[in-house]
C-alpha cells in the first residue's frame, strides 16, 4: 500500500536536493474498484518542476521530488478521470510556469489555479486565463508560506473578478476564527482546500467543525474540497480486514458535508501528495474513499463531475 521511496522516479532534477525524509509519490497505485463517473475531475492535484526546466521558487519552504504533467496524466487515464484541475503549489511561489506548461500540454482537458503577486498585470492574467488558469490560490498555512498581506488580497481579488475567477484558499481549522470575518467578504466564488484542515480527532458535532459548517451556511458563494483524508486521517491507511477503506475517521466530515452542500463540494487526489510524513497513499485507495463520502450515484456525479465542470468548464464540457 505504500511506496515511500520506491519509486524509481523518485528524483528531483536541477540540483534541487529533497527535503530531507520526502516522501515520493507512488508509482503503483492500485486500480479502485469505485466505478467513476464519466467525465469524473481530479479537482485537486499538482505538478511539481521538473526542476532542471521549472525550478523551485527560492521562497520555497520544501523541495519536493519531480512531478512532471506526463506523470499526473498518466495517473489521470489509470484512475479512471477525464480532466484535471491542477492547482499552483507553494514550492513554486508565484512562477506559474510549470502549471501553464502542464495546462498546454493537457488538451484543453486540464485548468489551472495560479498564484499570483500584488503587482500582476492585466495582461498577464489574460495569459494564463487563456492557459487555462480560472482561479488563484491564497495560502495561509504557516508552514507554507509567510503571513499574507490582505490588502494585496484584495487588491488581486479586484484584478481577477472581471474574468470570473474564484479564489481558493487553503487555511487550518484553528485559524478560521481570526479569519472568518476577512473570507466572508470575498465578493468571488470561495472555494477551501481539504474542508479547511479539521482536526477528524474532535467531534464532527463540535464547535470546530460546526464554525466551518456554519461559514458554509453563511455564504453560498463559498466552496470545499473534501478531499485529502490521508492528509487529514490520525487512524491512518490500514485496509480494514482486506477492505479497501481506509481513513475511516475522515468519513463523518466529509460525508456531512457533501450531504449538506451536495452542490459546492469537489474532490481531488492532490497528487504527489506534499510534505507528508507518515505514509505515502495508494491513490487507487484513494478513489475508492469516494462512495463512502458520496454514497449515491447523485451525489458522486456531483462530486465528480456537474460541480467542477459548472466551475472549471462553465463554457462547456
Ligand atoms: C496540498 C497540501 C499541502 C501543500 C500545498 O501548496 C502547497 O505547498 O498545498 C500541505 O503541505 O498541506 O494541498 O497540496
Redesign the pocket.
Known amino acids: 500500500m505504500t511506496g515511500a521511496g520506491t519509486s524509481p522516479h523518485g528524483q528531483t532534477t536541477g540540483g534541487f536536493e529533497k527535503t530531507p525524509g520526502w516522501l515520493d509519490w507512488y508509482d503503483g497505485p492500485s486500480a479502485p474498484t469505485f466505478r467513476m463517473p464519466a467525465g469524473a475531475v481530479d479537482a ?1 492535484c ?1 505538478v511539481f518542476g521538473p526542476g532542471d526546466r521549472f525550478p523551485y521558487a527560492p521562497e520555497r519552504k ?1 523541495t519536493p521530488c519531480d512531478a512532471s504533467a506526463e506523470q499526473l496524466f498518466a495517473l489521470r487515464d489509470r484512475l479512471g478521470f477525464d480532466r484535471n484541475v491542477i ?5 513554486h511561489g508565484s512562477d506559474n510556469r510549470a502549471l501553464v506548461d502542464a495546462l498546454r500540454r493537457s488538451g484543453g482537458r486540464a485548468r489551472g489555479v495560479a498564484t499570483v503577486r500584488r503587482d500582476v498585470t492585466d495582461a498577464e492574467i489574460a495569459e494564463l486565463h487563456e492557459a487555462g488558469v480560472r482561479g488563484v490560490r491564497f ?1 495561509f ?1 504557516k ?2 508560506v509567510e503571513r499574507l498581506d490582505t490588502a494585496a488580497l484584495e487588491e488581486i481579488v479586484h484584478k481577477i473578478t472581471p474574468l470570473g475567477w474564484h479564489v481558493v484558499i ?1 487555511f487550518e481549522a484553528e485559524d478560521l476564527p481570526e479569519l472568518y470575518d476577512f473570507f466572508s467578504g470575498i465578493p468571488t466564488d470561495v472555494v477551501v ?2 474542508m479547511g484542515r479539521p482536526d477528524v480527532g474532535k467531534d464532527p458535532d463540535g464547535p470546530e467543525f460546526g464554525l466551518f459548517l456554519r461559514f458554509l451556511r453563511e455564504n453560498p458563494n463559498v466552496w470545499t474540497k473534501v478531499s ?1 483524508p490521508e ?1 487529514l486521517s490520525l487512524t491512518g491507511p490500514p485496509a480494514l480486514d482486506g477492505e479497501r477503506y481506509a481513513y475511516t475517521d475522515v468519513v463523518p466530515f466529509a460525508r456531512r458535508v457533501v450531504e449538506e452542500f451536495p452542490d459546492r463540494v469537489l474532490w481531488g487526489t ?1 497528487w504527489p ?3 507528508l510524513t507518515d505514509h505515502m497513499p495508494d491513490d487507487g485507495l484513494l478513489v475508492d474513499h469516494i462512495p463512502r463520502i458520496a454514497t449515491t450515484v447523485a451525489l458522486q456525479k456531483q462530486l465528480l463531475v456537474d460541480n467542477p465542470l459548472r466551475l472549471y468548464w462553465p463554457e462547456g464540457a
Open positions: 485537486h499538482h520544501y492547482v499552483q503549489a507553494t514550492c495560502n498555512v508552514r507554507l487553503y482546500d481539504h485529502c492528509r492532490d501528495h506534499p510534505n
